[in-house]
């Protein structure tokens, strides 16, 4: 199905509302569910909207959510996300990061109690549209043993980083496991086998078939160090803002968990460039980097893909028949037309 980004970002929007997120956080869920898709991120996308709506329809998520302050002390805040969506709630945590490195440098927010937040990327690539470096960390359900073990521990435990240069940033986006969870759940959806070396059945084999990956594991992305790059991000989100380790997450890809609160923790950490640029020639040094880059025949991470204020309302999207079947199933049940 071919629609537009603001077209799906509208609907999107009416069915959150319809399901009892007010208009704000649903606004945002939406524009970040309908970005992911404008990025080539559906597996992040509005595939995931029926996934919520099961939570929220099974109590496993609160769509009337409010985020709780529970500390603050200038350059460090901490929020509890009342077990809501994440994507309102990372971007909320963005804002206040970028204003707050402005004031003091650098900023640390924390969002714990929360919600899936989609698209990491997104959010560090908003701190990059207000001049900030910033790297974002999040957690989730466990997918990734731990390096030779066979029982799942870890989650795909996403990193993003993301810089200002002349052509906008630098955005990395990675899951630590050799591929997101999220893209098996759209090889399910679209009937794809898996790439060799993405995934593991329940007996912790080497699989292709992402119904049995679904049930499984995902291997970690270059081994062992995949696996201690994994335990970092799970130290700094399920350990150090909690309110789950990746072992207690519930699976926001399972009708059967529906019914269960995920609690994940999010972690945003902005610099303001300007303050840690010891002979202000931060910008040539970058704009020499990219050309090195380019030289050496490579490209930036990141390159091409629009910073978040300029996708536009008219860009157009593609998205599987069965993902668009299933947001209008739902959104016939909320009465949304």
Not at 88 to 104: D, F, H, I, L, P
Not at 146 to 163: D, E, K, N, Q
């Amino acid at each position: 199905m071919q629609s537009t980004v603001g077209a799906m970002r509208q609907t999107a929007a009416r069915i959150l509302v319809a399901a009892g997120m007010p208009e704000g956080p649903a606004d945002r869920t939406a524009w970040a569910l309908a970005a992911a898709d404008a990025w080539g991120r559906g597996s992040h996308g509005l595939m995931r909207l029926p996934f919520y709506l099961d939570r929220f329809a099974g109590g496993g998520a609160n769509p009337a959510a409010v985020l709780r302050q529970v500390n603050d002390t200038g350059p460090a805040v901490c929020y509890d996300g009342d077990n809501g969506l994440g994507h309102w709630q990372v971007w909320e945590a963005t804002q206040v990061a970028s204003q707050r490195a402005g004031q003091y440098g650098i900023a640390a927010v924390s969002v714990g109690n929360s919600g899936h937040c989609g698209a990491l990327g997104l959010y560090v690539a908003a701190a990059a549209e207000a001049g900030r470096a910033s790297v974002a960390f999040s957690n989730g359900p466990a997918v990734i043993p731990p390096w030779g073990g066979r029982a799942p521990v870890l989650s795909t435990s996403p990193i993003a980083f993301a810089m200002p240069d002349e052509a906008g940033a630098v955005i990395v986006d990675l899951a630590t496991s050799a591929v997101a969870r999220g893209k098996i759940a759209e090889a399910a959806a679209a009937g794809r086998q898996l790439e060799v070396g993405w995934a593991l059945d329940e007996d912790g084999e080497p699989t292709t078939d992402p119904a049995k990956a679904l049930k499984g594991m995902l291997a970690p992305i270059g081994g062992a160090k995949g696996y201690a790059l994994a335990t970092m991000v799970e130290l700094l989100t399920g350990v150090l803002v909690g309110s789950n380790l990746a072992g207690d997450v519930a699976d926001p890809l399972s009708l059967d968990a529906a019914g269960s609160a995920q609690r994940i923790g999010h972690l945003v950490i902005a610099l303001d460039p300007s303050r840690f640029d010891v002979d202000g020639n931060a910008s040539a040094r970058m704009s020499l980097y990219a050309k090195r880059v380019q030289a050496a025949g490579g490209r930036l991470p990141g390159a091409g893909r629009k910073l978040p204020g300029a996708i536009a309302d008219d860009d157009t999207l593609t998205i599987p028949d069965s993902v668009a079947e299933r947001i209008a199933e739902h959104a016939g049940r909320l009465g949304v037309a």
